[in-house]
Structure formats: C-alpha cells, structure tokens
C-alpha cells in the first residue's frame, strides 16, 4: 500500500473535519495507539489463498506450481491454525521455518523454498492491498549451498548407490535419475505412457510446461521391463517428489556416502559424466532442458583427469 492504514485514516478525517493543527496532534495520538487495517485485511486465510491461486492460475502458471503453492499454504495455514493473513506476524514466519527444520527434518536449503512461496503469497497479498505489510520482509533467505549439490558422484560412489538399491523401483529410480539427467518434477508420478521403449526415451513436461524427449540406458530399459511385467496395471513407474526425495537419502546413507544423496546431485553427475566422456555440451544444455548455455556449464563439472587425459591426446 502506498500509505499505512492509520495514515490513511488519518488523513481522511482530517478532511472531514477540518481539523486545525492542535486537533490534527491530537486525532494521530489517538490513532496512534491502535493497529487499524482496511476491511479487506479481514479476510479469511482460505479466502486469501483462494484470491491468490486464482489470480496465479490467470497468469499462465502451470498446474504443477499452482499444486506446489496450494501444498505450501495448507501447510502454513495448518501451523498458524487458518490465522488471517493480516495478523501474521515475523514470529510466526520464523516459528513455522523452525517447525520445517525441527519437526518434518526439512534441510535449510528446503525450508528456504517454502519460504519462496510465502513471500510470493504475503507479496502479492500487499500488491491487492489486503495487508499493510510482508511478514516475510525481515527474514533473509538462506543462501542454498550449491557447492555442495553440485559435486558429481564419482564412479565408485554411483557403484555403490547400485548396490545399496533394496528393491525393483528403487533401481529403476536411482538409474533414471542418472541416465537421462531429469529433474526431481520431470520425473515425479511418471506414467508408462510417457516411455518409448524401441527408442529408449521418456516424454518429460519441463519448466514452462515445455515438453522434450530425454533417453535413458539399456540398464534403465531393462528395469523399466522388468516392472511392468510385475506390475502390468500401474499407472505411473516412480513415485511422487517427496518420495523420491526419502528414497535417494535412504540410498546414500545406505552406501555410506559422505554428503547427503539428493536427485538433483544425480542431475550434475548426469550432465559431469555426459561431458567427461566427450558429449558436446549444446547435446548436454538440451537434454537437460536448458534455455541457457551458461546454466549447462554450471552444472557440468569437469575433472582434473578429465582435463589431464583430453590434453594427452591432443597435445602430448
């Protein structure tokens, strides 16, 4: 709002009444003394969420997002037992972050994306004129550390992943993620219809609701096979985000991994050992679905033997 509630109403009477100056410090110490918001501030936090998942769904946002923000808000709402979004407070955005951490074992990077989605909510919320401010505004973002997820898995360590698979779907899981190099939501609820077994490759929806083909390996092809014969009448081949996400940590704690096993961590080994082996990266930046080069060379990270071995044959 381009002016506080109590400002506002401040003004207005002063209109009104014509108030001369010693009037004027009177009526703002009185006002002063009270929290006054306008009347669309009292509604209702299911309403609110309903106005804004309106409003985005009128913006072009794909299903998934708009799912992924209704899942964030239910949360919240359920934490602050449905208080209105005009009585949030900076406490209560820092209580529910710390309720990620402590009691759903969510890591800071993680919480760090609920957050997102609730600054883009109380945002919006304020743009409408709903609230007077953000209650998201005083807390900082956590930095992700990056670094870390995009440390490849070397050879020995994807080996060991292998083994420590305890089941059909958790195999065919870990060498999906590895052979075509998809995201976490590419990959979620995959239904059999999206796989092309003759061409070995997947029909994957990406950001921007862009659709590509990706391929994956013969042992992926083989996986996939053996599934469907066990389970002829599945409607999808992998389970929902949340359950990949437990799966792959269960798989690198399993192995003995030294740093947590995360599916995009299996993205950046896709794209690492793609350009290791001497796949040109504009084949790379496609096949993760990429619009930008420079985001293909973040993620593929090349190794000093790598390095060592391509100048031997040229060079040496």
Known sequence: MNLQPVSALFAELCAITGADNALRRRLWVCLDKYEITPRAAHLSFSASCRQF?????VDGLSARTLKNYADVLRLFGGYTRQKAPARVTTADMRGFLSYLQAERGLQPNSAATYLNSLR????WLVREEQIP???CDKIRSAKPDRLRTRQPLCADSVERARQACTSLREQLLLELLLSTGCRLSELAHLPPQAVNLQARSLTVIGKGNKTRFVYFSTRAKLLIVEYLQRHPHATRLLPGPRQIEKTTRAIGCRAGLERRLVPHQ??????THALEAGMNITIIQQLLGHTSLDTTQIYAHVSQAAVQRAYTQIIA
């Open 120 to 123: 883009s909510f109380f945002s």
């Open 266 to 271: 299996l993205r950046h080994t896709f794209a």
């Open 133 to 135: 401010r953000n209650p």
């Open 53 to 57: 998942l309106d409003a985005k769904r």
